[in-house]
């Protein structure tokens, strides 16, 4: 074979060869892209999937509080339909937010005083309805050492029993007269007017029935109550946020 030949025939087979080999290292490099793709298809699914459930369980949980929010909503207690009523009002429970360890709780007076966490709290009422107040003035009279006396009042109360006759003393507190002594005593703050009990309606029949099996004939008329309607009907108080 002349050499020009010779040359033109090895420079076109390396120029196959080298084709042949680009495609395979091609073919090569599509298959470990696809095989990365693949793999890293189910972790990104995750974490769409992740990302999806906490929007959802943000949509559907707890609301943005903060310490010294009044929370309300209607309690499925045996008392509650007697208290709803009594005042005109569906609201029949409420407590205080206070935070733990980051986490926003609901400070209560149902069978003794206690925290519970605010999503438990809010399932447990009917519908898992809530409204959520706060101080108009908040800001100011919630600076960080009057929100510390805050928290003391609320730590003195724990642990004291529920007050079924809804008696003005601190041995057993039910759920309005704890959140209002705790703004009394720790900042000064009266959220609601107090009444007596012959302010409420009190010739519902579901009313009388539960007076009965509480006073007897022995009705306390001059005690002094602060109720959960009162408290949300106060003019120191926005709303800010419900469902």
Partial sequence: MPASSYWRFEIGNSSRNDAQHGAQLGRAKRARLSRDVSSAMPLRFSLCGFAVLLVACSAGGAPAVQDGDIIFQTSRSSQSLAIQRATHS????????????????????????????????????SGGHYVVKRLRDAANVLAPPRLARLRRAAESFQSRPYDLTFEWSDNRLYCSELVWKIYDRAVGVQVGGLQRLPDFDLSDAEVRARMQQRYGSRVPLDEVVISPAAMFAASNLITVSSR
């Fill in 90 to 125: 569906p609201y029949s429970h409420m407590g205080i937010i206070l935070y733990r360890s980051g986490r926003p709780f609901v400070f209560e007076a149902i069978a003794t005083v206690r925290y519970t966490p605010l999503v438990e709290w809010i399932d447990r009422g």
